[in-house]
């Protein structure tokens, strides 16, 4: 039958037939998968700002997100202190095009608040009215959860949300993504008091108690709606710079 | 248990008896969850709603068939010593295949389903049809193997999941049936049809996938007594 050498070419060959194969079909399909996955974030950036479009968000096709990018979107990248890097610095920073679209969102996450490139996004609804749409990062019960936050031009009202993650709980944890009542709660909510203090959002277990502030949480999903409260009160901060200097 | 047969050394493509009974055995009599039990962790993982369940039924159809036809060719010149490991080769680069794919053509589900599109390497289905049928057969045989066992999984799948979406979530392939409106977080007394049914949250965990597949065997043995097993 089969000797170890023979046995031994047929598994090199084998694997290596295998490698070449799947090489050349990532390769192949790489630049649709660029374009999936930037399609995809590009559409959950718009999602915060679903009520505003002019058309249904429901029934969006990749070319309308495209266009709607084009026309109405502004993008910026900024630091804590509130400053827009010009395009050249991120392009030596390796930020393709120095587009906030194109920003290693997972690895800024990982710096320190105050080396943290933010990424911007101003809206300008089709009436003139401009919102500006934040990202946020933190830790679900399982892994990542991440959500795009859109403020009114008031900079402290929210006008909707949409949130993703890597790995919860379909039906429970992976609700802050699925259940869109639940994501409707947050649009009216306020992150600063009258005052100008910083308050945030609160994940309520038990039902929504201040309407300026709370949300209800979802039920069996405490730990990510902790995470989302924790996420949104922690990263939005570091936007506050920013804030102040398009208030004045 | 009534385990496919190896078929007799024939010429030509033909499709008569033995073949039809490949197709169709593993569709009832030898059903590839409820009468061999096999791929219970990917029937848990998948079926919380049916959009998922149908993706991930046609991916298994599409790995067992051309496992089966690309071991089935090559069955002769497998070395005996490493016949799993290369069974098990042909398998990943079929998922790898098939996780690219869908990453490009149909990225939704690919983002919904991406973890579990991996599972179907240790989905023991399409191991167990390639080391049980694949090794001793012709392609042709084998494909239609692949076929038949392919799709007796995803209806026990599809099954699993409408009990399982109906029930969890009040939805059929995401569209609202049952319990009150989508608006029911905020909105209690606005309902749809059956407004007053509660979602039964423990049908979407995984506890409840097992005796739904449960209830299915016992159903499908009380139908067919001879799948019984008496020992």
């Not at chain 1, 709607?68 to 804590?80: A, L, P």
């Not at chain 2, 059903?31 to 149908?54: D, E, F, H, Y």
């Amino acid at each position: 039958m089969h000797n170890t050498s023979q046995t031994l070419r047929f598994v090199l060959i084998m694997t290596s037939i295998v490698a070449m194969l799947l090489a050349l079909l990532q390769n192949g399909l790489k630049s649709k998968h660029d374009y999936n996955e930037a399609l995809y974030s590009k559409k959950a950036t718009l999602a915060a700002v679903a009520n505003q479009l002019d058309i249904d968000f429901s029934s969006i096709s990749s070319e309308q997100v495209t266009e709607i990018f084009e026309k109405q979107i502004k993008q910026s990248v900024i630091n804590d202190e509130g400053v827009v890097i010009p395009k050249e610095d991120l392009e030596k920073d390796g930020v393709k095009n120095g587009k906030a679209e194109n920003l290693d969102l997972v690895k800024q996450d990982k710096e320190p608040i105050d080396e943290r490139l933010l990424p911007v996004y101003e809206f300008t609804k089709s009436d003139g009215n401009k919102y500006y749409i934040v990202y946020t990062r933190g830790k679900g019960l399982w892994d990542a959860i991440w959500g795009n936050i859109a403020l009114e031009s008031d900079l402290n009202t929210i006008a909707g949300v949409s949130f993703d993650h890597k790995a919860e709980t379909p039906g429970l944890g992976a609700e802050i993504k699925d259940n869109k009542a639940w994501v409707k709660q947050f649009i009216g909510k306020k992150l600063y008091e009258p005052n100008g203090e910083f308050v945030g959002l609160e994940v309520r277990k038990g039902g929504a108690k201040d309407p300026m502030h709370d949300v209800d949480a979802i039920s069996g999903a405490t730990i990510t709606g902790d995470g989302v409260e924790e996420m949104i009160n922690t990263d939005i901060v570091a936007y506050d710079a920013y804030f102040d200097k398009l208030r004045k | 248990m009534a385990d496919t047969a190896v078929v007799e050394k024939k010429q030509g493509l033909t499709f008569g008896k033995k073949e039809r009974k490949l197709l169709t055995d593993p569709l009832s009599e030898n059903n590839p969850i409820t009468v061999q039990v096999l791929g219970i962790c990917s029937a848990l993982a998948v079926t919380t709603g049916m959009k998922n369940a149908l993706v991930m039924a046609i991916a298994v159809v599409f790995v067992c068939i051309f496992a089966n036809v690309i071991t089935s060719s090559i069955r002769k010149m497998i070395p005996k010593s490493v016949r799993m490991i290369v069974q098990l080769i042909i398998i990943a680069t079929l998922v790898t295949v098939v996780e690219l794919v869908l990453k490009a053509y149909a990225f939704e589900s690919y983002k919904q389903l991406s973890v579990f599109i991996g599972l179907i390497i240790t989905n023991c289905i399409v191991m167990g049809r390639l080391e049980a049928f694949a090794m001793a057969n012709r392609p042709y045989e084998s494909a239609l193997d692949g076929l038949g066992n392919g799709i007796g999984y995803g209806i026990i799948l599809l099954i699993v999941a409408f009990v399982r979406e109906f029930f969890g979530k009040g939805e059929i392939f995401g569209a609202k049936i049952l319990g009150a409106t989508p608006d029911y977080w905020l909105n209690t007394s606005e309902s749809s049809i059956m407004g007053w049914y509660q979602p039964n949250n423990l049908m979407v965990l995984f506890p409840s996938a097992m005796f739904v597949i449960a209830v299915i065997i016992w159903a499908h043995r009380a139908w067919k007594p001879q799948l019984v097993d008496v020992s």
